[in-house]
C-alpha cells in the first residue's frame, strides 16, 4: 500500500502551540521533509524527535516532489512541514499535494497557526469576508495586475511582506486604495509581537521614523460598499439620461424596466428620469 503524505503545521514563533498530534505524526513517519532542514532541526530537537529529514524548498520543488511521490509508493510515510505555520500555504507544498493528487496518493492536513488567520483575528478588522494574496509578485506586471485587482476589492485584504519591502508596498497601497485602515503585525506569537491598527498614511509616517524588522502581515480595510456605490454612480452620471437608457434598451429590457434601472444606477427616483425624459 501506499504511504500517506501529512501537511503538519508548525509554530510560527512560540513553539508551544504546536499539536500533540503534530508531534506524534513527527515521531513515526520515515521522512520528514522540511522547508529549511537547518531551521527544522531545532524544532526536532526541542521536541526530542529524530526522524529523517530531506529538504523540500521553492528551488528544488519539482524534482524533489517527483522523488517524495515515488518514496509514498513504495509505502513510506511523509510529513511535510514548512519553517513555520501552514504547508501549502505561500509555500511550494502545493506542487508536492498536486503530484500526490495526481498519483492517487493519500494526502491528510494536521492543522495548526497560520500567520494569515493569526493576523486576521487580531485586526480588528471585517473577519466575515476575507481574500489572501500572499507575498506581492516580484515581477512589475503582475504586481499591477494584483493591485488593479485589489482596488475594487470590498473583502478584507491580507498580504505577507519582508521588512525590507514594506515601505515600498505601503506607498503602492497608498497609491492604489488610497488611505484605508490597515493592521501591522510583527512578530506574531513571538515575545515582541507588534500589533497596529493604523491607517497606511500613518503607517508611512511611522516607518519613516523607524527602520521596519521582522517579518510583517499586513490586514488592509476592504472597499466599502457605500465607496463602491459613489463610484458605480459617477460612472453612470459621465452618461446622458439618454445613453444610460439606451443601454438596458439595447439589451432588451422594455422602457418601464429601463427607466427603474437607470434611475436605481444614478441614486434618484424613476419619476426624476421619466419627468426628464417627458421634457425632452
Known sequence: ??????????????????TQRVLETLESV???AAEDTRNSIKLLNHFGI???MT??????????????VGQLVQGKDVALITDAGTPAISDPGEVLVQK????????TSLPGAAACITALTLSGLSTRR?????????????KAQVFS???????????????????????ELHDTLGNRRITICRELTKKFETIIPTTIEEA???????????????????????????????????????????????????????????AKDRGVSKRDIYQYLLNK
Open 55 to 68: 529538504s523540500y524548498h521553492e528551488y528544488n520543488k519539482v524534482e524533489k516532489a517527483d522523488y517524495l
Open 204 to 262: 508611512l509616517a511611522l516607518y519613516d521614523m523607524e527602520e521596519p524588522r521582522g517579518e510583517y502581515v499586513l490586514v488592509i480595510e476592504g472597499k466599502s460598499h457605500k465607496e463602491k456605490k459613489e463610484e458605480e454612480i459617477r460612472s453612470w452620471e459621465q452618461l446622458s439620461i439618454e445613453e444610460h437608457m439606451a443601454y438596458y434598451t439595447d439589451s432588451g429590457m422594455d422602457n418601464k424596466d429601463a427607466m427603474k434601472q437607470v
Open 130 to 142: 476575507f481574500c489572501f494574496e500572499g507575498f506581492l509578485p516580484s515581477d512589475k506586471k503582475e
Open 100 to 107: 500526490c493528487r495526481e498519483a492517487g496518493i493519500t494526502v
Open 1 to 18: 500500500m501506499a504511504g500517506i503524505l501529512y501537511l503538519c503545521a508548525t509554530p510560527i514563533g512560540n513553539l508551544g502551540d504546536i
Open 30 to 32: 520515515d521522512i520528514i
Open 50 to 52: 529524530t526522524t529523517s
Open 149 to 171: 485587482e485589489l482596488c475594487g476589492e470590498s473583502r478584507t485584504i491580507i498580504l505577507y511582506e519582508a521588512p525590507h519591502h514594506l515601505v515600498r508596498t505601503l506607498n
